[in-house]
């Protein structure tokens, strides 16, 4: 299949890559650029491993195409931690014990990262809404919640 | 649990950062160069003969390297056979790939190696499979006609494992019972689902004649002999590397046909071999579990003692046999009795192939256990209007019958059912909720209350494998190693997917060493580097491992001390002890540092052995192997509350709880996940997980979005009431845990709505309950129910 060129903007670095158009940006993202931290867990849609930041907000790495990405600003989990400091919920996973394999954990950071932004004071069934469009199969997902409230209240805190 | 200074400390995990800034290394984030990438063509039918394979369209597409059949594959692999001489269990063969027929909708028929896996999965669409469809079997029913087609046609029937016992004198109580109450419990075929799929990465060094075999497997010691053997070479001709696992929960244990094929082609080819499974894939074609139905028969007498307990169970074991068929379904039936007085026991297993994917161990591969003997106790509760919680206490055994041999030789020990039975309840309020059930009732409300007492099978010793008759050995191996700088190396034959092996079994390394647990390196995964082990299977790490890890770092603390006595010129070296990696020595019955520290003794044994105390070996190192006793039990009580809704069939899940005794935890925050995680397994898999087949055996379930994992909305808050005791027989007084609360779950959730179901006349006796299946059984009933 035919390569058409695209750049892709990933964490601030600029990938200049000839890529088929019908490759998805999970792949690339993986395989092109090398940020293995975007996990591929259905390739579906559902389960949300793979979840990024398109211009500051979440979606699914698999059902798009690299080549739709020119122009678009992506983050991935490994933006997250500053300077190496982890963020406020990457702090608060891992005091609440809120991953096990940490396979769904990049994506779910991802989704929270951003929906942390809109809802700064949230509530256990807000929490756990927010969470569902993320399949964690280790966890039962009632560490995850706590670890969201504690980092929307260290978040809080700062402000 | 008091004395220890690292085990038992609610430490956050080593292994957390890499995983939370996306720097873990699964599977498929290693690279190889020149790497091919395989793609399985998947049989379209459930039953079919494979008259011809068409590939040369499919070979001559750009990229592609090579497309292999069933025949080419049998010419560089050996099939697998599964013939453990066990009575009642017939002897079967699986070839690397199928080659003259496919037994379910899935089926590997064909492997495509190509430049990358999108090329490999065009080429599939090329290759012309001329099938003769065959009439499918699926169901158990199905399967034992008489009239059934043959699965698997070198067997005479379907019926692959049957075994069956009775004690002497259990026929006649039945047939001088004057109650007998009769339940029956239906099973739902579900799938481990783990995030990360299956895959693997084969490299094949030709100067060496050496594999290296990277792949997600929880066992890679056992998997090494496996694939050694199954490619004619020599297990030091091969080493398994497992990275970071993303879940596994049983399915990454067996060597499957995908991962030997890739091994064997990379071998031919030259070149290094990579698959990952696409989540299709995993859910038609990995491996799934518990299809089982069951018939328990109890005869009472007049206050609801169990005289003697029938069991009857069949399990749809699908078409191949990875494991043999009497794994699972047998070791429920020596169970069932759990903590119960039951002095006369019979069960029959019968344990059929169908045109389905096969089956396997998956996290509590006896999940039935508990309910159905917990679903028994409430129908003689119900059958005799009596409360479901008096009716346990009259059938437990108490503290002081323990140990207690049950019907079918296990010996229960060190285990606490009673205790946490009313701990549940009273953390519950079991006398306010069923008033708030009485008044709900009142009102028309669908309340219930579902106990389920849980003896969990954790640590399975060789003798247990022996007795039950299943392969296999419960023992463990690890190297504990002080380096010559002072840091500390420990390797074990367990691998992990999730437990926390990286700080929990640090902590028993740092326990039986004396030092921070923060120094210790756990090595796992790499059958090069951990001594050979069984693995993580059941609930063993916590016991077997952490328990080898506990007794080799104790002798090792203990040849460091004696070095350390001779330094310090003393005779005794109970006198010394490793603390945070110092030497102390107690004076006038306080502990006090001396002059020596561990990297000191470590400096000595490696760089100066002219100094070591005569007949000491230079070195700081200790290789151990542990046997742990024929079984552990962890025991818990799960107790649900929750209240059906009529019209939409839906479950709301109030009130959840789990009171459990699972010895020393080796950290209890790491226990408290397992615990939850489990009970999440448990009720996901009771709520919404179904794999389902049509009547021809085709797939309907091969989706996230028709294979329903519950998700943060369903899966309720669950309450974790510690009650530990130790067990006295094994290292640190460790049980183990992380299978029960799947099976409580099950008992428990199930119990719940079967109670809440009690006022309209019917049962909840087959599972999955989504709202589907509830609102059929109350309209049902509503309809009989109507003028």
């Not at chain 2, 395989?38 to 369209?57: K, Q, W, Y």
């Not at chain 2, 799934?288 to 109890?298: G, I, K, L, N, S």
Request: glycine share 8%.
């Amino acid at each position: 299949m035919k390569r058409v060129p695209v750049t892709l903007d990933v964490n601030g670095e600029s990938h200049a890559l000839s890529l088929e158009p019908r490759r998805l940006l999970s792949d690339a993202l993986r395989e092109e650029c090398g940020l293995t931290g975007v996990h591929v867990g259905c390739e579906n849609g559902v389960c949300g491993a793979c979840t990024v930041l398109i211009d500051g907000a979440p979606a699914r790495a698999c059902l798009i195409f690299a080549v739709q990405m020119q122009g678009h600003a992506i983050a991935t989990i490994e933006s997250v931690a500053r300077g190496g400091a982890l963020s406020p919920l990457q702090q608060a996973l891992h005091e609440e014990h809120g991953l096990q394999c940490g396979f769904c954990t990049p994506g779910l950071v991802m989704t929270m990262e951003a929906w942390l932004k809109d809802n700064p004071d949230p509530d256990e069934t807000a929490i756990r809404a927010a969470l569902s469009g993320h399949l964690c199969r280790c966890t039962g997902y009632q560490s995850i919640v706590a670890a969201v409230k504690r980092a929307a209240r260290i978040a809080r805190e700062r402000a | 649990m008091s004395g220890f200074s690292s085990i038992g400390k609610r430490l956050l995990r080593f292994e957390d950062r890499r995983f939370l800034t996306g720097q873990g290394a699964y599977l498929d984030d290693i690279v190889a160069p020149r790497c091919l990438h395989a793609h399985f063509l998947r049989s379209p039918h459930a039953h079919a003969r494979i008259r011809a394979i068409d590939a040369r369209e499919a070979a001559w597409l750009p990229g592609v390297r090579g497309v292999y059949r069933g025949a080419d594959l049998a010419a560089m692999a050996k099939p697998l056979r599964m013939a453990p001489p066990i009575e009642g269990l017939k002897p079967t063969e699986i070839a690397p790939l199928p080659v003259d027929k496919v037994r379910f909708q899935g089926d590997p028929v064909a492997v495509i190696l190509a430049d990358d896996r999108y090329i490999a999965e065009d080429a599939a669409e090329l290759i012309a499979v001329d099938y003769e469809p065959l009439p499918a079997v699926t169901s158990f029913a199905e399967a034992l006609s008489p009239s059934a087609p043959k699965v698997d046609e070198t067997l005479d029937d379907n019926l692959v494992a049957h075994q069956s016992f009775a004690t002497p004198g259990c026929a006649r109580v039945f047939a001088e019972a004057r109650r007998i109450v009769t339940r029956r419990f239906v099973q739902n075929r579900v799938t481990h689902a783990p995030i990360e799929t299956r895959g693997c990465l084969a490299i094949w060094d030709e100067g060496r004649q050496h594999l290296t075999f990277h792949v997600g497997n929880q066992a890679p010691h056992p998997y090494r002999t496996q694939l050694a053997a199954r490619l004619g070479l020599s297990e030091s001709q091969v080493t398994v590397i497992a990275p970071d696992i993303g879940g596994a929960f049983g399915q990454k244990i067996a060597l499957y046909r995908e991962e030997l094929a890739c091994a064997a082609l990379a071998r031919a080819t030259r070149r290094p071999v990579r698959w990952r499974e696409d989540r299709m894939e995993n859910l038609a074609a990995a491996s799934h579990a518990r299809e089982d139905a069951c018939v328990t028969r109890a005869a009472i007498d007049a206050q609801g003692r169990i005289l003697a307990l029938d069991v009857a169970i069949e399990e749809d074991f699908g078409a191949y046999c990875f494991f043999p068929g009497n794994y699972l379904a047998r070791v429920v039936a020596l169970m069932t009795p759990g903590p119960y007085r039951i002095r006369d026991y019979a069960y029959d297993v019968r344990v059929a192939l169908t045109n389905k994917c096969g089956a396997g161990p998956m996290r509590a591969p006896m999940s039935m256990t508990s309910w159905i003997m917990e679903g028994t106790l409430d129908a003689i509760a119900a059958e005799l209007d009596a409360d479901p919680a008096d009716i346990r206490r009259l059938n437990m055994i108490e503290a002081r019958e323990l140990p207690y041999v049950t019907v079918t030789d296990q010996r229960l020990e060190d285990i606490t059912p009673r205790e946490t039975l009313e701990g549940a309840l009273a953390h519950l309020d079991y006398a306010a909720a069923r008033a708030r059930q009485r008044a709900d009732r009142a009102r028309g409300i669908l309340r219930g209350l579902g106990i389920c007492v849980v003896v969990e099978s954790t640590t399975y010793g060789s003798a247990f494998y022996k007795s039950a008759g299943i392969p296999g050995s419960g023992h463990e191996t690890a190297v504990v190693k002080v380096e010559p700088s002072g840091a500390v190396n420990a390797a074990v034959g367990l691998m992990a997917s999730g437990q926390g092996y990286e700080t929990a079994l640090a902590q028993a390394v740092a326990e039986g060493l004396g030092v921070d647990p923060a120094t210790v390196r756990l090595q796992i995964g790499n059958t090069d580097v951990a001594p050979y082990g069984m693995g993580s299977r059941g609930a063993r790490g916590a016991t077997a491992g952490g328990g080898v890890l506990y007794l080799a770092s104790q002798a090792l603390g203990e040849k460091i001390r004696t070095i350390a006595a001779r330094e310090l010129g003393l005779n005794d070296i109970g006198e010394l002890r490793l603390a945070a990696g110092r030497i102390e020595r107690r004076l006038a019955g306080a502990w006090e540092a001396t002059r020596l520290s561990l990297t000191d003794v470590a400096r000595i044994a490696y760089l100066d052995p002219l100094r070591l105390p005569p007949g000491l070996e230079p070195g700081l190192e200790v290789h151990k192997a542990y046997e742990p006793p024929a079984m552990t039990f962890s025991n818990a009580t799960h107790v649900c509350e929750v209240v059906v809704d009529a019209r939409s069939g839906r479950i709301a899940i109030e009130r959840y709880i789990v009171a459990e005794d699972c010895g020393t935890p080796l950290n209890p925050m790491l226990v408290e996940g397992q615990q939850i995680g489990a009970v999440a397994m448990g009720l996901s898999g009771c709520l919404s997980e179904h794999v389902v087949y049509d009547r021809d055996g085709q797939n309907l379930s091969t989706t996230f979005a028709d294979y329903h994992l519950a998700t943060a909305v369903e899966i309720p808050h669950i309450e974790i009431v510690p009650m530990h005791t130790p067990n006295r027989s094994t290292p640190a007084g460790v049980k183990g845990m992380s299978e029960g609360g799947v099976m409580g779950a099950i008992g428990a959730l199930a119990n719940a709505v079967d109670d809440a179901l009690r006022p309209l006349g019917i049962r909840a006796e087959a599972l999955p309950l989504t709202p589907i299946a509830l609102r059929r059984l109350i309209r049902t009933a509503t309809r009989r129910s109507a003028p």
